[in-house]
Each structure stands twice: as structure tokens, then as C-alpha cells.
T-cell receptor, first 114, second 115 residues
Framework: SQKIEQNSEALNIQEGKTATLTCNYT??????LQWYRQDPGRGPVFLLL?????KEKRKERLKVTFDTTLKQSLFHITASQPADSATYLC?????????????FGRGTSLIVHP | KAGVTQTPRYLIKTRGQQVTLSCSPI?????VSWYQQTPGQGLQFLFE???????NKGNFPGRFSGRQFSNSRSEMNVSTLELGDSALYLC??????????????FGSGTRLTVV
């Protein structure tokens, strides 16, 4: 099965800077990769999806890249704000297992300081 | 439109008891998935239902079960509760075959504490 690695240490940055979060997977390339935001005690909220044949996807201040050679996705938040503080999860499907059900990483906590 | 509704929000149960959690998906969504989230294991997939049928199942013991009704509402049941079942239980809904395209919509979860 797919193993997903996200940095367990919190990322602390200053307001206005760009936050970059990493999602690494260890086995086969997924058909898609999704990013979610989760606030404490709440369910994850879908942010962006990138497919295996796409290199980059943007949405407002968010940008996701997907490098199937490195088996890595990077999630960027430009001009970060304290309101961006949350845990960010990546999720991948399991094409070799024949399942489209996403497997989630454990997430990285982002803390944006004013 | 209304989001995914999970009830109750909080539950405290005693070891050995059983519990039923409810999930109402977004109107029109027929696929409902359940996840267990703990600090140690993260989000773990329990099962997925579509049109009242279980389509996928995660690696959980048989004490965890679920069902889906004709109106797409879903329930999950945990019997003979153990302390390790304490977790945030999340429900996610999606249109058929669209979750991987448009993402999954999660409810706020039910926080279950087993004492």
C-alpha cells in the first residue's frame, strides 16, 4: 500500500512570507493528489487537486506542484496570513490497488505569526 | 446548500458499550465514506457506501460496521467499545465517481471518548 510522508514538525513562518509544505510518497505514482486544510476539531476541507499528468495547479494564493520522478508534491501558500494557520493534509489514491479511495498523510501544522 | 451533517458532535461511552453515529451527506451525493482520526494514526479509512451497498472497506475489525439508507444517509456502529476507539469519526460525501476530481466534503465529525 501507499506510504505518505508529511513533515510532522510544525512549520512556523512570518506573515507575508510563502509557506511551503511537502508531501512525499514511497511507492507507485497516484492518479491524483489532493490537499486539504483541517482546523482543530473540524473535518478536512478540500483545497486543490492535481493529476499525475499535471505539473502545477494554482488557485488564488495557493499553488501545488507534482513531481512524479521525485515522488513529491509541494504545496505553497503565498503572502501567508495568520488565518492560514491550520494542519494541511495531502491525500493520494491507490491505482495499483484498484481503489480510488484516498489515503491521507498525517498532515503538517502551519503556524503563521503576525 | 447544506454541508455534511454529523450527529452527535460529542459522545462519551463506557468500555463494552456500543455506539451509533449518523451522517447526512450533501443533497445529491450518494457516496459516503467514514474515517477514524487519531493523533497516532491520522486519518484511517473505515468504509464507503454507495446506493446502500458497501463498496470499499478498510482494515478495521468487525466491531466496526455501517449501513446506508435509501436517502443516502449513513450510520456507523461500533460494538464492544475499547479505549482505543476514542477518536474523531469523520464522514465524507461525494458525487458518484467525482470525489477524486472535485474532492471530498467532510462533516465536522463526532468526537467519541471511551472511558
Amino acid at each position: 500500500s501507499q506510504k505518505i510522508e508529511q513533515n510532522s514538525e510544525a512549520l512556523n513562518i512570518q506573515e507575508g512570507k510563502t509557506a511551503t509544505l511537502t508531501c512525499n510518497y514511497t511507492n507507485y505514482s497516484p492518479a491524483y493528489l489532493q490537499w486539504y486544510r483541517q482546523d482543530p476539531g473540524r473535518g478536512p476541507v478540500f483545497l486543490l487537486l492535481i493529476r499525475e499528468n499535471e505539473k502545477e495547479k494554482r488557485k488564488e494564493r495557493l499553488k501545488v506542484t507534482f513531481d512524479t520522478t521525485l515522488k513529491q508534491s509541494l504545496f505553497h501558500i503565498t503572502a501567508s496570513q495568520p488565518a492560514d494557520s491550520a494542519t494541511y493534509l495531502c491525500a493520494l489514491d491507490d491505482p495499483e490497488g484498484g481503489s480510488y479511495i484516498p489515503t491521507f498523510g498525517r498532515g503538517t501544522s502551519l503556524i503563521v505569526h503576525p | 446548500k447544506a454541508g455534511v451533517t454529523q450527529t452527535p458532535r460529542y459522545l462519551i461511552k463506557t468500555r463494552g458499550q456500543q455506539v451509533t453515529l449518523s451522517c447526512s451527506p450533501i443533497s445529491g451525493h450518494r457516496s459516503v465514506s467514514w474515517y477514524q482520526q487519531t493523533p497516532g494514526q491520522g486519518l484511517q479509512f473505515l468504509f464507503e457506501y454507495f446506493s446502500e451497498t458497501q463498496r470499499n472497506k478498510g482494515n478495521f475489525p468487525g466491531r466496526f460496521s455501517g449501513r446506508q439508507f435509501s436517502n443516502s444517509r449513513s450510520e456507523m456502529n461500533v460494538s464492544t467499545l475499547e479505549l482505543g476507539d476514542s477518536a474523531l469519526y469523520l464522514c465524507a460525501s461525494s458525487l458518484e465517481g467525482q470525489g477524486e476530481v472535485y474532492g471530498y466534503t467532510f462533516g465536522s465529525g463526532t468526537r467519541l471518548t471511551v472511558v
